[in-house]
């Protein structure tokens, strides 16, 4: 499957426009490194009161949000998400 990397951050981003708009994106990761999970995304964003959140689970193919992480303090508490809910199969 192609996946263009510049077409999923603008439709995560309209995904946030439209439906969280009191976030902010930082970073989007690939989900895993199996090669049939390429569609698979994780995001984090910065909420307009100061904290953080984590979703693990973006889906390029029904561009669809799931498994949210919510009220985290720092950049550092995303990136430890990140780490754990890698895949590297």
Sequence with gaps: ???NL???KEHIELYFKENLP??????IRSKSSHPD?????MVSAKKSNGTYAVWTGWNELSQNLNHGHYDLKSTEEC???FEEFYYTG
């Excluded at 009191?22 to 970073?27: A, F, G, I, R």
């Excluded at 999970?37 to 995304?41: A, F, G, I, K, P």
């Design 6 to 8: 510049s077409e999923v």
């Design 1 to 3: 499957m192609n996946i």
């Design 22 to 27: 009191q976030y902010t994106v930082l970073e």
């Design 79 to 81: 990136e430890k998400l």
């Design 37 to 41: 999970d390429t569609h698979l995304y």
